[in-house]
């Protein structure tokens, strides 16, 4: 495909995702169905400017007084991948496949976008601006900083699966693909952030891959299932055990001694936890199917660590997924609160005097994270808060309540939330 009709491409998609509300992944897919014409490199370049499109959409709108997909898609490629206004004029104006000539309106404000420092904070960190308060809680006068830092691509993360392998070996398998050690994680690694216009090597197609020696995996979420602590030997419920990466990631911790038990409230997302369990080595599993009754029998009372990956907003996640961020709605955010208060009860029936759960979000806002911990706090007082890391690279990102709060800005990595919450020994009268 020429540049043309690639720019045209991406209006496409753009203006399919805006009018019908489609997550982006669906259009994109239509449009590759409806245009076998076109090849790998040019499917990976539309694709990469749709996304950065969408990390970016307020932004770029403001730069150009036009919220139209047209002009977010020129004001991109000149403010993102750097094409001269001459080049994206040329693109433009080549018929029959161009999205149509340049105006001088377009090129004007392609030449003199307004003054970003002029826009409010949820259009320099593009983000809607219902949101301006619940980030401003978080982040408070940094917020805008830290959501432009959400609307940055993000590198592939990567973790060293120990029950196969070591790092030196998986290094050395990875050396193709420019995988380095984060340094903050013994067995994360980290592959930079792909060129949004070209098309990258799968990971799928490294040998050692399919031999289960790495997952993928971002590096919060693997902070996140270190904060299980030691659990070597120790019974532990994954309870939103979802497609199995955190359930992986705590029985590579096990090291295959103890019981993982993996539990989700939807049987169809625990559909893959099999397969990748046993490609990644793992022994001490057990899958607790919801279609079962009582799938969870036999376990109240008795476990060490019940890990909840609560359902949320995904707010923390908008480097992978920038479309959700521009669906998200508060009542999307009221009944998210609601099912983490729900499996936050639900998963204290299962855990031992003594033991911990661990509350994991991926999500930047106070609402799904600090609120629902407090609530929790007052309806069950034999709990209390313990530090959710001791790790000394993480100690930074302790708040004063002792929770973990990870982002792109501070940590390099998703935004995430962990609380780690112990119950007494003893239970009060």
């Known amino acids: 495909m020429r540049d043309g009709g690639r720019l045209s491409a991406a209006i496409e998609i753009l203006t399919d995702v805006e009018t019908r509300h ?22 990976a ?22 919220d139209s ?22 693109a433009a104006a080549d018929a029959p496949h161009g999205p149509g000539a340049v105006s001088e309106a377009e090129r004007v404000a392609l030449m ?46 990567l973790r060293v699966n120990t029950l196969k392998t070591d790092v030196e070996q998986a290094l050395k398998a990875l050396e193709p693909l420019g995988a380095q050690p984060t340094g903050v994680l013994p067995n994360a690694l980290r592959i930079p952030a792909p060129d949004p216009s070209q098309r990258t090597q799968s990971l799928e197609a490294v040998p050692a891959f399919s031999k289960g020696w790495f997952e ?37 911790a096990m090291a295959n001694k103890g019981q993982i038990y993996a539990y989700d409230s939807e049987a169809r997302r625990l559909s893959d936890t099999v397969r990748r369990s046993e490609r990644a080595g793992v022994r001490n599993l057990q899958v607790r199917s ?12 008795k476990i060490d660590v019940v890990f ?38 639900h998963g204290v029936q299962f855990v031992k005097p003594g033991g911990r759960i661990v509350y994991v979000t991926c999500s930047v806002l106070p609402e799904e994270d600090e609120d629902r911990v407090v609530a929790f706090l007052e ?3 034999d709990f209390h808060v313990i530090p959710a890391t001791q790790n000394p690279h993480l100690a930074t990102h302790l708040t004063a309540e002792g929770y973990l709060r990870l982002s792109p800005r501070s940590s390099a990595t998703d935004g995430f939330f962990v609380a780690v919450l112990e119950r007494a020994k003893w239970t009060p009268q």
């Open 22 to 43: 489609r997550p982006v992944k669906l259009a994109l897919k239509a449009w590759g169905d409806a245009s076998r014409f076109a090849g790998s490199k040019d499917r």
């Open 45 to 66: 370049w539309v694709s990469g400017l749709v996304l950065d499109v969408l990390r970016r959409r307020r932004s770029l709108a403001w730069r150009m007084g036009d």
């Open 69 to 90: 997909p047209r002009a977010a898609v020129f004001c991109a490629l000149h403010a993102l991948w750097n094409w001269p206004v001459e080049r994206i004029a040329e």
């Open 112 to 157: 003199q976008p307004r003054d970003m420092a002029e826009a409010p904070p949820s259009i320099r960190g593009d983000y809607p601006e219902w949101l301006q308060p619940s980030l401003a809680r978080a982040f408070g006068h940094e917020a805008a900083l830290e959501g432009a830092m959400l609307s940055e691509r993000a590198p592939v993360d």
């Open 216 to 252: 993928v995996q971002d590096l919060a979420s693997q902070i996140a299932a270190e904060a299980a602590g030691e659990i070597k030997g120790a019974q532990v419920l994954d309870l939103c055990a979802g497609g199995g990466g955190k359930t992986l990631a705590l029985a590579a």
């Open 290 to 301: 919801p279609i079962y009754p009582n799938a969870l029998k036999g376990l109240d009372g």
């Open 308 to 345: 909840i990956d609560a359902p949320c907003t995904g707010t923390g996640a908008w480097r992978r997924h920038p479309d959700t961020k521009w669906r998200l709605k508060p009542a999307t955010l009221a009944q998210r609160t609601a099912d983490q208060d729900a499996v936050l009860d």
């Open 379 to 381: 309806r069950w007082t």
